[in-house]
């Protein structure tokens, strides 16, 4: 494919792509059966939402459903894939900060700590945008510690679904399946080492990860 090809093919990609996704999606969630296990109610304070890289896609509609009123922005790589996420998070009434631990990252983190102290919540993939799978970079827990904010794992697990044969082996839920969607209990890594806190992330997460593990 040629530059100008390339060029042309990104363009489209990000008018229509966005809207494909969103659509497809949309479609699903309405012929899905879904379940919602939440043990608690969420504080009017701004939280930290973790989830692994290759379950994002369905968990909007999962903060639609613990926050009344949307007040997120959600941390997406600069990369061409993450513009179409942002995009679809857009179409699903999410914010975005643009950037990832190894792209603009000073500049997340602070543009991250004033969304944070302007009552947005933040929500992270600690192992994005390009792993490995089930890792925990810092970003989250700096976050964490220096606005005291609470996290929360979060999850979507679909009845049936696809794979994508990518680093994060991303999960595409099917139609007319039943989807559990699964928030953590709130807790803090304000008093732990930074080895003690990704371990504790990477724990919270995985307890919702079971039913999709390999």
């Excluded at 929360?152 to 696809?162: D, E, H, K, L």
Aim: charge should be positive; aromatic fraction near 12%; hydrophobic fraction near 45%.
């Amino acid at each position: 494919m040629s530059c100008l090809a390339k060029k042309i093919f990104r363009a489209l990609a990000l008018i229509f792509g966005p809207w494909i996704i969103y659509l497809f999606f949309k479609f699903v969630y309405l012929t899905s059966k879904k379940n919602f296990h939440i043990q608690e109610d969420l504080p009017k304070e701004p939280i930290i939402f973790v989830f692994w890289h290759g379950n994002l896609i369905m968990l909007p509609n999962l903060y639609a459903h613990l926050r009344q009123k949307k007040k997120a922005k959600v941390l997406i790589s600069e990369h061409f894939d993450g513009r179409v996420v942002a995009k679809y998070n857009e179409l699903m009434g999410l914010e975005t900060l643009a950037g990832s631990s190894t792209r603009g990252a000073a500049k997340v983190l602070i543009s991250a700590l004033r969304s944070i102290k302007e009552g947005y919540d933040i929500g992270i993939t600690p192992d994005g945008p390009k792993g490995p799978r089930y890792s925990v970079s810092d970003g989250a827990i700096i976050m964490a510690k220096k606005t005291k904010s609470k996290i929360m794992a979060y999850n979507c697990i679909p009845s049936s679904f696809w794979r994508v044969n990518s680093w994060d082996q991303t999960i595409i839920p099917k139609p007319f399946g039943t989807l559990d969607f699964y928030a953590g209990e709130l807790f803090s890594v304000e008093d732990m080492t930074l080895e003690a806190a990704k371990e504790k992330i990477s724990k919270e997460i995985m307890a919702l990860e079971s039913d999709t593990k390999e």
